[in-house]
């Protein structure tokens, strides 16, 4: 409820609406979008398509920041599990790949979620070692080398469609649904806000905190499975060393961006997921423009930097602002 | 009285002063005049204004209206830095040093003895010690702040306040977590200053310690000036009435009728209850409709209680019935299974979630209790945290404001409707009134026997033995972490209660053995 469709996320929608803006300066036909084999195509189609990963990523980051921890090891769990959806690929079926995939994933969280809940370690700590460990883990899967695959059903994963949607971005809306009536259409979402906000008194207060961390840990892996099976569908291959390189901290940054604080409570699965739009759509802008890649890096700063600013309880006048646009609340 | 010939020259002069939040208007007009060498109450209830009046003063708000003279001349500081330079300090309740620092290092923070552009360590550590002495204090100053207990903290932080040239110092709520031997040392401390010269603010919610140690008091009430009194002059009940505005009720005894407690059904026991090295094996029955007191002192035990009846801490021996029926009561999730309620100590950071609103907070325990895929629907929170707003008079009536805005009394209030949500068969309050303004105080009392009258089972911890004796039909009290008396009907009063904590009985020398 509070979350699906948040009052808070006006800094965010404007910052979108910015860069997209910006977007269209630089490349005119940003918002051309055309229909071509039953799948639509365009500027726009293929941010929503290259932001898939991260914007998974997110779902499963927002929710463990949001209980006050961090997960580092998701790009290193999308290496594990895309290595092992490729390497199964050719030899079994789609849902046997996929059951292995996700099932991975899902020991990843549970690993990651048993040194945090259980052994009471500092996430940052506890998934630092998956961060590292991970990425060997998913080269002893491809011994090494860049496992590539044929089979036909993976590659409709990452480059098919259903309805006129790549089926990447079928999935992440998928899961972002999915996720979305989990937590709010059970008590998850006040119970893991709860304890992220003051885990001793919501312990005191009957509330199985152990649980909370170990569950959402748990569900970070899953995305993160998803994400890596889906970005080697998209190469057709899996390669250990770079698949989901860095992308922990583009989710880490996404879910800064969609308003969740590091020191956990109150989080916002859409303006997570938003946040991996807004990165993506600078992205995609940025190699549009025909500027080097390099500036990728400085005008994402820059972003983040005005969205943080936006956000600041210190910018007392743009709460104004805000106010007076909403009419009611101060 | 006022005889308006005192000779001396005020030292701190408050005149006018208004504040304004939006549209609460949280000072208005407030006059306060403290003299050099006087130890000075502000009193009154949370929210009357005594916070807003220290930050305004002191520069942490800007004031809407009003001047500040001290020593005459009028000062207009913009921050806490600001005043403390023109020689007015502030000790909060929540010292604010920083605990990883030595004591040293906080004693000298930002003006460290230098050569070199290097700190002098060793110069730095003699003059701390040097100025340490001054206040009775003999301590490690290379240590860790935070290794030292609040008493010590808050001594080093007024300390550093006084070695600042401070003239005025206001110290707001400073014996809160302190034990009586502390505030002992503190008060020491507090009527040398004086002698120097000091003037000292003294904000607190004991009215024991008011009188003990200040000269004058001042009370506000709603953001406006009640008066100013001689302490010496000021009965107590005419001080309540200054601070309430309204006759108190609390003089008459609240306790049921003596005597049947005996007949009462007992819904929780322990036998031999205990955990070694926590607290020493006990028997407890729990009775509905019954309050029965924990006292004693300090680390005798009282929380430590608490905290194995509710199930926060598992025991290691003895055996625990709910209804007649053994239990295990393993985790807190267990206690609350079983009907159980615990309202803690320290409200901040073991009971309210401040970010979460009103009405979060107070479904909070049901929905655990009710499990994960038994939502409480958006209406059915909705309704219940406004039964509890109303029935508890909680303040401001908003059951959306996050709960770390509202005042203590109020939070106070919000756990013990989280709990009452559950319908409970036993609450444990743990110091349900520390830190609460008088008028919640009386109030949440007179809950506490409301509640008990509707059939719930209450163990009360409290320091106040007034108030202990007030409600409680039973009473045990602890000693060295070890139940070793219980009171019932007659035998409930302030002397047989201290009789008990201070008896020098054979048990302390026969735990010694075992």
Known sequence: MTALLPRRGLAQILALIVILAVDRVVSPQFFDLRLQDGRLFGSLIDVLNRGTPVALLSLGMVLVIATRGIDLSVGAVMAICGAIAASLADSHGLPVVLAAALGAGLICGLWNGFLVAVLGMQPIVATLILMVAGRGIAQLITEGRIVTFSSPDLVWLGNGSVLGLPVPVAIALGMLILTGAVVRGSALGLLIEA??????????????????????????????????????????????????????????????????SLFGGRFSLVLAVLGALIIQTMNTGILLSGYPPEFNLLVKAAVVLAVLLLQSPKLSGFAGIMARLRGTKP | MENGLDPAPPLLEVRGISKSFGAVRALQEVDFTLRAGEIHALLGENGAGKSTLIKVVTGVFPRDAGIVRLGGEEVAPRSAKAALQVGIATVYQEVNLLPNLSVAQNLFLDRQPMRFGIVREGEMRRR???????????????????????AIQHVTAIARAVDLSARVLILDEPTASLDRHEVEILFGIMRQLAKRGIGIVFVSHFLDQVYEISDRITVLRNGRLVGERETASLPRLDLIRMMLGRELAETTSVRASEGEHGAREVCASFENYGKAGYVAPFNLELRRGEVVGLAGLLGSGRTETARLVFGAERADGGQARVEGAPVRLQSPRDGVRHGFGYCPEERKTDGIVAELSVRENIVLALQAKRGLHRPLSRREQDEIAKRYVKMLDIRPPDPERPVGLLSGGNQQKVLLARWLATSPRLLVLDEPTRGIDVGAHAEIIRLIRELCDDGLALLVISSELDEIVTYSDRVVVLRDRAHVEELAGEAVDVGNILAAIAADSVTVALEAHT
């Open chain 1, 195 to 260: 304890t992220g906000g003051n885990a001793r008194a919501s312990e005191l207060a009957g509330v199985g905190t152990r649980a909370m961390i170990l569950s959402v840990y748990v569900w970070c892996g899953v995305c993160a499975a998803l994400a890596g099976v889906i970005a080697a569908a998209d190469i057709m291959g899996a390669d250990a060393n770079n698949a989901g390189l860095w992308l922990e901290l583009d989710a880490i940054l996404a879910v800064v961006i969609g308003g969740t």
């Open chain 2, 128 to 150: 701390a010690k040097t100025l340490l002495a001054d206040f009775g204090l003999d301590i490690d100053v290379a240590a860790a702040l935070g290794n030292y207990s609040v």
